[in-house]
């Protein structure tokens, strides 16, 4: 048999057809061309004569620019793939290179003030990321918004890191545009990776130890039926006895016509016509936490829960949820009930991406770490009841 590993055609298809400009640019600027209809149906007879000499199990019919390739090759390693077309400079060459250019960029910074300095770096992020996702300006790229939203992928987040490397001279991880997720957080770790701005240093109170507080609760949020939204909430239902059971919700979509029977062991019904629900549980603001529609649609609703009241309970300590990024802040969640997927009839096609991350109790804490930018431990415990 024979494989075809076909490039990029230039008449959009099914697949290509989701691609937007910043997309192709990126592809152009790798050194893939795309080719017309008449260039890869050539391929494909040059593949049918040559494989009859040679036995040859998979050929690449794509249209590359060496010239770009090789241009790429003095700002960022090659892929793998592609080497054997392009050889990579020598070590040495390479090694002097990114040295001339972070010395460069040093001399640049080096009479700036601080402030100046972020500036500065936040202005070069800004531009590199703009031309990868195809902007016509650096100004449309808002410097605390995460580059998960602007839609970052994996392909996009090597491309800055790549950019990056050769307008710095550092040896950036592939993982850069995860670990520090918005242009201005980016611009301040470049500071101090470049040397010229103290890196951020976490200092841990050290208060008296008494043998009766081992943990201090400075901050508090719940979410109760009857409408408890609030410690405060909670502290007024219970001074003044009132009760929280009330009649079924009716913005869930459930048939409220047909629940209720009065046979317990009806199956697929209801006997009771009240209980302890939640309310709103739908106005989960999933912008404001960085996440797309599809994704909180998917998302068990204690996941969002969480989310919410974290936010909610950091705010109770009087403390600013943003000024704990990159901190080594822990998060340890009870969960139990992982059945909100075992519950959808169908799973939309729209969805399925999402619910194996929506759904897995393991994911609760690490969501919660990753959305607010938390670096310490993140643990999710499940002991069925006894975990909430």
């Keep these: 048999a024979t494989s075809l590993a076909w490039g990029y055609w230039q008449q959009t298809s099914t697949m290509t057809e989701q691609l937007n400009q910043g997309d192709v640019a990126r592809m152009q600027r790798q050194g893939i061309v795309p080719m017309s209809d008449e260039h890869g149906l050539a391929l ?26 090789r241009a790429q090759a003095t700002r960022s390693p090659v892929p793998t793939v592609l080497r054997g077309l392009v050889p990579p400079p020598p070590r040495r060459a390479a090694a002097a290179r990114d040295d001339a250019h972070q010395d460069s960029l040093a001399r640049q910074l080096a009479p700036l003030t601080p402030a100046e300095r972020e500036a500065s770096l936040l202005e070069l992020v800004r531009g590199q990321v703009a031309d990868v996702l195809g902007h016509a300006s650096p100004l449309a790229v808002e410097p605390d918004r995460s580059f998960r939203e602007v839609g970052f992928d994996s392909l996009t987040a090597v491309d800055l890191r790549n950019r990056l490397n050769a307008a710095t001279g550092l ?27 103290p890196a951020a240093t976490v200092t841990t109170p050290q ?36 009760e929280a059971i009330g009649a079924f919700p009716t913005d869930r979509g459930w ?68 000024t704990l990024r990159g901190t080594p802040t822990g998060v340890f969640s ?29 994911v609760t804490s690490g969501r919660v770490s990753y959305v607010f930018g938390f670096e310490g431990p993140a643990v999710t415990i499940d002991t069925a009841c006894s975990s909430s």
Excluded at 171 to 197: C, I, K, N, S
Excluded at 348 to 358: H, K, R
Aim: proline share 6%; net charge negative.
């Design 171 to 197: 040896r950036l991880t592939a993982t850069l545009a995860f670990d520090y997720p918005t242009p201005a957080v980016l611009a301040r770790h470049l500071g101090q990776e470049l040397g010229g701005a």
């Design 334 to 362: 009870g969960m139990m009930y992982h059945d909100y997927a075992a519950r959808l009839n169908t799973t939309p096609t729209d969805l399925e991406g999402y619910i194996g991350t929506g759904n897995s109790g393991s």
């Design 207 to 242: 208060a008296a130890a008494f043998d009766n507080e081992p943990i201090a609760v400075v901050g508090i949020a719940c979410r109760f039926p009857g409408g408890i939204a609030s410690p405060e909430d909670l502290w007024r239902l219970v001074e003044a006895g009132e």
């Design 255 to 322: 048939d409220l016509d047909s629940l209720f029977h009065p046979d317990p062991d009806h199956f697929g019904t209801s006997y009771a016509r009240a209980g302890g629900f939640l309310t709103d549980v739908g106005g989960f603001d999933a912008e404001f936490f960085g996440i797309s529609p599809r994704e909180a649609l998917a998302m068990d609703p204690q996941q969002r829960l969480l989310l919410e009241t974290s936010w909610e309970a950091i705010e109770h300590a009087g403390i600013n949820p943003d």
């Design 44 to 69: 494909f007879d040059s593949v049918l004569a040559a494989g009859r000499k040679a036995q040859r199990a998979t050929w690449v019919t794509a249209q590359l620019d060496l010239a770009a390739l």
